[in-house]
């Protein structure tokens, strides 16, 4: 029985460190209009069936010296190449995918040349379906028992849309397409593409549920890959290994691959597992991140209490008495003014608490931003701290899992154990058994896995409470920025700026300029130090960039510390610049060409 039209495609890229788009194309046309594969001329055979065939596609198409080859939105096949590659230049996409190559093949008992022409016409209405606006060169190829035609299309349609084909194209549009074209030609259709989805009987879920169990269960059996393949096809599995582990079971329509169930199942998760299986237990903890910082009280308030009348000395009487002939109330000005004092001392209070946050997270540098942006580094490093735990976790999912079942049989099975209750006796082998499995495929205690879990969970809750703890301090200190209610001390970003290795390193990068520069800094009410500060062009990595040298100095240039751009990353260079500025009190800097104070008695 015939097996039926079958179709083959793939991508012609254009790489620049071998061959250029054009070249790639040329040579693919080449190969399809080889005189020595294209085989008989449509003039050989005129007077006969295929010439007459031939001929009403000569009527439509264009062919190249009466060959078997012709092609769609070409105006002359000679210059297929050019025509193709104007396309890509007028719409600027000359790289990556430049052309598809394809190739359609009759069975065999088909392949007679007589139906070259019918092939020719199936492939031009075919592109006609599926891409209109695509420029193609196709060519009949007579060489082979099987009839075939190859075509180049284009990637770069005339509209300037380039041809995307998903992971369902070729089952729900190619293969459907050339199937029904291939009746209407009087080819016989593949039978494989008409096969109609077998629905599945195990639900998707059920199904990853069942395949983890049985790939858990196969680890825990065997010791190495091989051991474990061998394993899953004696269980009845179907297997197949490659690149990627697939595995199919009976109710399975098709087989699933193992990487769909979780990375612990990947041919690379599935080796790890199994060559760790008696590995120690790795435990993590979370770094100390959040800084708890109450509101302390700044001002103390004590009400001012209003006695009554008759309590009040004489002179006291006299001041009531006056400031009600004046329309007012005493009594009622002192409550208002006990509310205003409290409300003032709770601002204060408040106000006090952000300047602690702030100056706590800038590192004294008492910078808002630079606040925000650490709490912002700590709250990514608690994220990363979190994610490899749970990572862990899951690895730890089989160990888990035993552990979770102990769980259900652990008090009945201690009540058979310590007190005899012979109901509870199943529970107890359950119970039992489990732990043998433990112990004996995974080296672990069930105490050692209780531990384990309710440490990593402990880590979990910290890092979440620090998160959080961060995350309302940072909204604290935004709210106060964003209603410019907090005066910021640009101590630190003075000095930062006065440094200018920022700048520095900005006009390299973007302008291309290296600068050589040297300078000195002295700051406000700091007499016993200066800062002299060198800028050299550096190549770092193999990059051209720049250099920044501080050192602080006495006035008479002894050098007390001193840090270089070169000797660390940016974000720490930042860091040390910040840890100069509040060491040494440098705020209101200034700059200049010469170490004025040298000499300066």
Known sequence: MAEGIVVKIWNVSANSSTRSGASQIQSSIAYIENPEKVGVRIGDNT?????????????????????????RHISNIKNATEEMMQIKEFYGKLDGRVATHGVISLDESESNPKNAG???????????????????????????????????????????????????????????????????????????????????????????????????????????????????????????????????????SHAMRTGQLGSNYTIEGICSRLASKL????????????????????????PNKMKNYADMEKDEKTDAVRLLKLGRNPWVEARSDNWQIERMGKELNKIGYVYELVHFYSRGADNTDAAMKAIIEKRKILAEERKEIRANLKAYKPIISIYEEMKKYMLRAYLYDAYGRTEYIDDFQNYMQLSDRLIKIYGKSVEEVADYIADQKAQLLYAKAQDAELNEQYKVIRKYVDEKRFLVDEMGLSFFKAVGHSEAKKDAREYGVFASDIKYITAKDIEDVIVRVVTTPDVIDGKNTVTTTVTVMTNDEKTIKEISSRDMDAKAFNDALFELSSEYGLRDCQTHRKNIRKNVL
């Open 279 to 302: 590995d120690p237990l790795v435990w993590k903890s979370v770094s100390e991140q959040s800084h708890y910082i109450s509101e302390r009280e700044m001002l103390l308030f004590t």
């Open 47 to 71: 007077g006969t069936q295929v010439g007459n065939e031939l001929s009403y596609v000569m009527n439509d198409m264009k062919t190249l010296d009466g060959l078997y080859v012709g092609c």
């Open 118 to 252: 019918k092939l020719m016409l199936l492939l031009d209405e075919l592109m006609q379906k599926v891409f209109p606006d695509n420029q193609v060169v196709y060519a009949v190829h007579t060489n082979t028992e099987n009839l075939h035609i190859h075509f180049i299309l284009n990637t770069v349609g005339l509209d300037g849309k380039k041809i995307h084909m998903d992971k369902n194209f070729m089952k729900e549009i190619l293969e459907a397409n050339l199937n029904d074209l291939a009746e209407k030609y009087g080819f016989t259709p593949n039978e494989k593409w008409q096969k109609k989805k077998e629905p599945e009987t195990i639900p998707l879920v059920q199904r990853k549920i069942l395949l983890r169990g049985l790939i858990d269960n196969a680890i825990e059996q065997t010791d190495d890959f091989a051991a474990f393949i061998a394993y899953l096809r004696a269980d009845g599995l179907t297997v197949n290994v490659g690149k990627n582990l697939s595995l199919q079971m009976e109710g399975m």
